[in-house]
């Protein structure tokens, strides 16, 4: 199938996942997940109607954007090593994996603008994912108070992969209480109005429980 069918289906079965649980399909956004493709497939992504393309090492951002530039809005989705924060900075509109209080550093030091994150929470407690644990994420977000660079926009995690709804629900659920917590304080650097969850094998639950920002890949663009 061609990305713009493969659109075509993701958007009717977000429109109705929506519909069951009465939200606005257009408070759902598409990131285009592009990490296993080429720039000729990333550009068939922006002929289709998605602007929002991501990827998850610094390299394949870079040789995307060449390709590219600024006719994508630039997602940084996978983990960021402070050593290429300079590489990158001041390329991607929105970094989705700010986990660590030496990579905020490295955001405010290296950044000519505000930058729009999400706080990577791993709520799973899988060893082999990134993120706070949930008990560290409010305490890591009033640090950044005094951090000009960075605007904390959301929270993000990634599910265990898994076909277990009650399972994904569950990790669902609690990035959304995290998320309206973190907003009662009503802090200025943190509106933290988004929720990026939900991939391939997910986004369907992810959207009922929430999301605001979903991110697919295979499902989208395939794989070469």
Known sequence: MTVRDNLALIRRQVEA?????????????????????????????LHAGIGDLGENRSEQLLEKYEALGNRATWHFIGTLQSRKVKEVIDK???????DRLSLAKEIEKRAARPVKCFVQVNV????????????????????????????????????PHTDDEAVLRSCFRRLRALKERVQEF???????????????????????????????????????
Not at 19 to 45: L, S
Not at 127 to 149: D, M, W
Not at 210 to 223: E, H, N, P, Q
Request: proline share 4%.
């Open 17 to 45: 996942a929506c519909a069951r649980v009465g939200r606005n399909p257009a408070d759902v956004r598409i990131i285009a997940v592009t990490k296993y493709v080429d720039a000729a497939r990333a550009q068939e992504v």
């Open 92 to 98: 991607v509109d929105y970094i989705h994996s700010l």
């Open 124 to 159: 799973s407690g899988e060893a082999t994912k990134h993120g706070l644990a949930p008990e560290e994420t409010i305490p890591f977000i009033e640090q950044l108070r005094s951090f000009s660079r960075i605007e904390v926009v959301g929270l993000m995690t990634m599910a």
């Open 186 to 224: 009503g802090w200025a650097h943190a509106p933290c109005t988004e929720l990026s969850m939900g991939m391939s094998n997910d986004y369907v639950i992810a959207v009922e429980e929430g999301a605001t920002w979903i991110r697919i890949g295979s499902a989208l663009v395939g794989s070469l």
